[in-house]
């Protein structure tokens, strides 16, 4: 059974910062993970996705690495801003199983 | 130009009621999902259909059912709401899983479910 883990469970720095976010999973039998943004009361907003050939994804401010052998991923934020405070979710598909299991988040706030 | 839609965005009812929540997707995608994020912020799978049927259904309640009257709606329905159904509710889309596409998935913005 996938389990999806992330850590920090929070993560409080100055701006200016950068910063990164660590997501792990159990299972290396992958099609892709993907990285949402969720912000207090509102939806998930995709970031980043990565598909189980590729090694890592880049979108603006934002990169995303995938090491698919050892089951980890790294959500990269450079330069951070106040803007960029939201809860942050990564999320992969094993294969065979058409679904998304998401880890618990980290919940990043940037000081200014 | 919404991709994927939900109504209504809050819901609140009493224990007991039935109730239903509609998501609409223009993405022509095949494949659409129902996710819960219960008080924790746990975001986990209810329910997948690929075009028109059912392909999963992850032990949750049979007070819950989803219906799909075409491939660009998924509504979900519960009857008899309890105080634990409280929730925030996503709807989800992709393409379908043998297409050899991305299969990123789109959320809707959620609907918040409080059950008094």
């Known amino acids: 059974k996938q389990e999806v883990t992330q850590i920090p469970a929070a993560l409080s720095v100055p701006e200016g910062e950068n910063l990164v976010l660590n997501c792990s999973f159990t299972d290396s039998a992958i099609y892709n993970l993907q990285w949402f943004r969720q912000d207090p009361g509102k939806g998930l907003t995709s970031l980043l996705l990565i598909q189980s050939s590729q090694r890592e994804q880049t979108s603006g401010r934002l990169n995303a690495s995938l090491d698919k052998s050892s089951g980890r991923s790294t959500l990269y934020i450079a330069a951070s801003q106040p803007g960029d405070s939201a809860t942050y979710l990564c999320?992969?598909?094993?294969?065979?199983?058409?679904?998304?299991?998401f880890g618990q988040g980290t919940r990043l706030t940037i000081n200014p | 130009d919404t991709a994927v839609s939900q109504t209504p965005k809050y819901l609140v009812t009493q224990m007991g009621n039935d109730k239903s929540i509609k998501c609409e997707q223009n993405?022509?995608?095949?494949?659409m999902y129902w996710y819960k994020q219960d008080s924790k912020k746990f975001l986990k799978i209810m329910f997948s259909y690929n075009n028109k049927e059912l392909i999963i259904n992850e032990t949750v309640p049979n007070r819950f059912s989803p219906k799909s009257p075409d491939k660009a709606h998924l509504n979900l329905h519960i009857n008899s709401l309890e105080l634990g159904d409280s929730a925030v509710y996503f709807c989800?889309?992709?393409?379908?899983?043998?297409?050899?596409?991305?299969?990123?998935?789109?959320f809707g913005p959620g609907t918040r479910l409080t059950v008094t």
């Open positions: 989800a889309s992709s393409q379908a899983y043998n297409w050899g596409g991305s299969y990123e998935q789109y």
């Open positions: 999320a992969v598909t094993t294969l065979g199983a058409q679904k998304l299991v």
């Open positions: 993405l022509g995608h095949d494949t």
